[in-house]
């Protein structure tokens, strides 16, 4: 029996009625409420004078709790909505109610962690090592490390008060700005008005005159517009460098590698290991350009197909080859995702009006997450759901733990995804019923690796030299433009051809503020799940309770802690990042062979 897995996602199960909904309402209401209560609890609250006084802060937890998980409710809701829909602006008004609400809860957090540092070490350390409070004594440290790199009290209310109309307004003007682009290239003789999202979905059309039809009008349009992105991005930047800069913090990567619980000798590492494999990438992608007929490999040719044989699934083999797979690793993670599949957590459908991109978020109160993407049936949307589902199943294995030992950073958040990916990306080769299926399947795992060490490095070398100028004032379109020429050439390692200067224009990664730097995080995952991927393929399906066991443990420790104790590795070497790039290379000198007959 041929099952049919719904392509639209259900979120009348939250708040029925979307941004309309009298329950979503209610609940921003109550969620107001939880804010007040613990806005006039902490500010009752009294720092702990010995190690018995316990209660405070246990009930302090609990009501924080009870914030984060409404707010994350909302903000979830409100995040699918608009990722749906980006005409639905009444969706767009209601994410400012949702802003208003963490400017007015963070003055609470601030005081509450000054009160966790003002405690006497001795009593401290006491503290945390009662049995009510052993559980939290990782995220009872953070807080009060975080209060010695706090401004006062007062100063940190005024920032979170400004964000509102600053910060995360510039945020959503990227959001109102990108929402309102069309993007029109001829496909197959006729004329059509895409979204950002679907022409960058022509990047691996068989045709390459569509491919560079598609990549020229997306240049077109946003050159037509880089005045108002430029603005945007400055305005971001310019905001978070100012609170830097009234914090005493020079570098621009410290908030960045504080929020990923990770010291930036092993980001060193990483990227010091990967410059130095790059060789290998790079033949790869000169070798792609030959056989499409060039010396170097234009940006918009990336994705072009290799073989007449690129394999295709639709939404209900997609997903029948992913459980297929997954079960061989482990019952849960299979069961969980057929779950997934089932309820309607994912918005698969190939229409018009979706943001572009893909993405997984939780709603900490239902225990749910909700998966979003445009499936259009190539090999790359099976990874990307699988990807997702990874996410998902990291929330999921989760559940056992408080909800305030469940705030897991970036970095590890995109191991667990990467970690799934490659479980789809492996059985997809290793199925591969042809050659030249086997090929396409093949560059379909070489290319996340060329993403991965060389796009997402790029990224990363455009935004830090970007902060950089712009401590000294607002950087002008050319420029940025320029910087990222610049980095994608130097990330690539001589083998570009045509660059896409405007892609920090077009890429919702550098406009977020929730998290800055919203690049390497995806390079640690995708490497650190390597390793956890090799433990697994040499393990079976017992390795998925241990699996499980280190991805509870990602929100309670470092990540250098968390690589010895769950793979005996030292992450800050660069020898343990130069094994798993050992792993993609193998995958590029199969394909070149491959393809050199």
């Not at 006497?120 to 009060?144: G, K, N």
């Not at 992608?285 to 639709?314: C, I």
């Not at 379909?444 to 902060?467: C, G, P, W």
């Not at 083998?495 to 690049?519: D, Q, R």
């Amino acid at each position: 029996m041929t099952t049919n897995y719904p392509e639209v996602w259900d979120l009348d199960v939250f708040f029925a009625g979307g941004s309309s909904s009298p329950q979503f309402a209610a609940h921003l209401e109550k969620t107001a409420a939880l804010v007040q209560d613990l806005q006039q609890f902490v500010s009752e609250l009294a720092v702990p004078q010995a190690a018995t006084e316990t209660v405070g802060l246990l009930q302090v937890i609990d009501k924080v709790k009870d914030v984060r998980q409404h707010m994350g409710q909302a903000g979830a809701f409100l995040s699918c909505l608009n990722a749906q829909n980006i005409k639905d602006r009444e969706a767009m008004l209601l994410l400012g109610k949702i802003s208003s609400l963490y400017a007015e809860v963070a003055p609470s957090y601030e005081k509450l962690r000054q009160l966790v540092g003002q405690i006497e070490e001795t009593t401290f350390q006491q503290l945390i090592t009662t049995d009510e409070l052993a559980p939290f004594a990782f995220l009872l440290t953070e807080w009060r490390d975080a209060s010695k790199e706090s401004l006062s009290e007062e100063e940190e209310a005024l920032i979170s008060s400004l964000t509102v109309d600053g910060y995360r307004s510039w945020g959503e003007m990227y959001d109102l700005l990108i929402s309102d682009i069309r993007v029109e290239v001829e496909v197959d003789g006729e004329v059509k008005s895409l979204s950002v999202g679907q022409a960058n979905n022509l990047s691996s059309h068989k045709d390459p005159k569509v491919r560079k039809a598609a990549f020229e009008a997306i240049e077109k349009v946003f050159t037509e517009r880089e005045e108002f992105f430029a603005k945007t991005l400055n305005h971001l930047a310019g905001f978070r460098l100012n609170v830097y800069k009234k914090r005493g913090w020079d570098n621009v990567l410290k908030e960045p590698l504080t929020i990923n619980r990770m010291k930036e000798e092993t980001l060193d590492a990483m990227w010091g290991a990967i410059t130095e494999r790059k060789e290998t990438f790079a033949r790869y992608l000169t070798h792609k350009a030959q056989m499409l007929g060039d010396e170097k490999l234009n940006w918009y040719d990336f994705d072009a197909p290799v073989t007449e044989a690129t394999a295709k699934m639709d939404y209900q083999e997609g997903a029948a080859f992913i459980l297929k797979h997954f079960g061989r690793f482990g019952a849960e993670l299979e069961a969980f995702s057929r779950t997934a599949f089932e309820d309607g957590w994912i918005e698969a459908e190939d229409r018009d009006n979706k943001k572009p991109g893909g993405f997984c978020t939780g709603f900490p109160l239902a225990q749910q997450s909700r998966i979003f993407m445009t499936y259009s049936g190539s090999m790359s949307n099976v990874a990307t759901l699988a990807h997702e589902l990874g996410h998902a199943f990291h929330s999921y294995a989760l559940r056992p733990v408080h909800p305030l030992n469940t705030g897991y950073a970036m970095n590890v958040a995109e191991t667990a995804s990467t970690f799934a990916e490659m479980i789809v990306a492996d059985a997809a080769v290793e199925e591969a019923s042809t050659k030249e299926e086997k090929i396409a399947l093949l560059e379909d795992k070489v290319q996340r690796s060329v993403a991965f060490f060389m796009n997402i490095h790029a990224r990363f070398l455009f935004e830090t030299r970007f902060y950089e100028e712009r401590k000294n004032g607002v950087v002008s379109s050319k420029r940025l433009n320029e910087l990222m020429e610049e980095a994608q050439r130097e990330a690539h390692a001589g083998a570009l051809g045509e660059t896409h200067p405007h892609f920090w224009a077009t890429k919702l990664h550098f406009f977020i503020t929730g998290v800055p730097f919203y690049n390497f995080p995806y390079t640690f995952g995708y490497l650190f799940s390597l390793s956890i991927y090799a433990k697994a393929k040499e393990e079976g399906t017992g390795f998925e309770e241990k699996y499980i066991a280190l991805l509870r443990d990602t929100a309670v420790m470092t990540v250098e802690d968390l690589a010895m104790k769950h793979l005996g590795e030292d992450i800050t070497k660069r020898d343990f990042w130069l094994k798993g790039i050992a792993l993609c290379e193998k995958d590029v000198e199969e394909f070149i062979a491959l393809t050199s007959n």
